[in-house]
Nanobody, 125 residues
């Protein structure tokens, strides 16, 4: 059974940093692309960043480029999102999601086949 468990969220001041983690189990982690997706209050789902199975290809939402960094540790079956220079508009529940294939197209949400339960990130002074 596939499980994705996020951790690392919390309350941080604008300009601060957080590192999210997603522990994966129940599938061959190194064979699949992974993504981070967020949902702000009252808004829809928005993909934030993705990484292919090898870790050699990454993609970011324009609004987080240069501030967020996605990475994976296949030995630990863990996905990460380092978030720096956080802004109030980054406030959201952040989910990790497994993609159906090795390579990814973040716009094709129908290919996100498993999701974690989410972790709350609140950026406020």
């Amino acid at each position: 059974e596939v499980h994705l468990v996020e951790s690392g969220g919390g309350l941080v001041q604008p300009g601060g940093s957080l590192r999210l983690s997603c522990a994966a189990s129940g599938f061959t982690f190194s064979s699949y692309a992974m993504l981070w997706v967020r949902q702000a209050p009252g808004k829809g789902l928005e993909w934030v960043s993705g990484i292919d199975n090898s870790g050699s290809y990454t993609i970011y939402l324009d609004s987080v480029k240069g501030r967020f960094n996605i990475s994976r540790d296949d030995a630990k079956n863990t996905l990460y999102l380092q978030m720096d220079s956080l802004k109030p508009e980054d406030t959201a529940v952040y989910y990790c999601a497994k993609y159906r294939f090795m390579m990814l197209n973040p716009g094709e949400m129908s290919n996100y086949d498993y999701w974690g339960q989410g972790t709350q990130v609140t950026v406020s002074s």
